[in-house]
């Protein structure tokens, strides 16, 4: 229950396209759902963060969708660039983000010209 | 704009060793954690640390880990016998009251 459930494992797009990437938890507790971008040999950078009172936010290119009743929620990045390759965790934690982080196993991107 | 720093950022000992990774968390942050990310996998939690005493620990922190304090600054993993599968990249977050956990650069450990 604990769990947070990521796909794809890997991803390719061309220049310019939509990457998606979704997330999918059991634990109906979690309230804040954030989003990291980690470049090869460092460590992970929030990016992107979203808590279930709203349905989406949007910051730049990067959107989240999220669907309280599905349990899911995604990360969308428009007109993607070669810059954003990196792997893409989702997580989750509870009460108001006190508790550890639950993290999605990773999703590599690659942006390709 | 301020940062999770760690040090060392390798470091590589013997198994049965002991090893301490430094960090020092964002200045007026009160939540500090510690997490490992084993090559290509995802990140896991260890252990939170709140008011100077363990807030809560996973299943992974057992008696050969520790974590303190020492100073108002520093905040310090140590692995008393270090075992292969201990290698990996230890990350330091912090965080100041709700929500964002910030994230250092890493320690990526090697017990050779």
């Given at each position: 229950q604990q769990q947070v459930k990521q796909s794809p494992q890997s991803l390719i797009v061309q220049k310019g396209g939509i990457s998606i990437i979704n997330c999918a938890y059991e634990?109906?507790?979690?309230?804040y759902f954030p989003w990291y971008q980690q470049f090869p040999g460092k460590g992970p950078a929030l990016l992107i963060a979203i808590r279930p009172d709203v349905s989406e936010k949007k910051e730049g290119r990067f959107t989240i969708s999220f669907n309280k009743s599905a349990k899911q929620f995604s990360l969308h990045i428009m007109d993607s660039q070669p810059g954003d390759s990196a792997t893409y965790f989702c997580a989750a934690s509870m009460d108001s983000g006190n508790t550890p982080l639950v993290f999605g196993k990773g999703t590599r991107l690659s942006v390709i010209a | 704009e301020p940062e999770v720093t760690q040090t060392p950022s390798h470091q590589v000992t013997q198994m049965g060793q002991e090893v301490i990774l430094r960090c020092v968390p964002i200045?007026?942050?009160?939540y500090f954690y510690w997490y490992r990310q084993i090559l290509g996998q995802k990140v896991e939690f260890l252990v939170s640390f709140y008011n100077n005493e363990i807030s809560e620990k996973s299943e992974i922190f057992d008696d050969q880990f520790s974590v303190e304090?020492?100073?108002?600054s520093n905040f310090t993993l140590k692995i008393r016998s270090t075992k292969l599968e201990d290698s990996a990249m230890y990350f330091c977050a912090s965080r100041q009251v709700y929500y964002e956990q910030y994230f250092g650069p890493g320690t990526r450990l090697t017990v050779t």
């Open positions: 634990n109906t507790a979690f309230d | 200045s007026n942050h009160l304090r020492p100073d108002g």
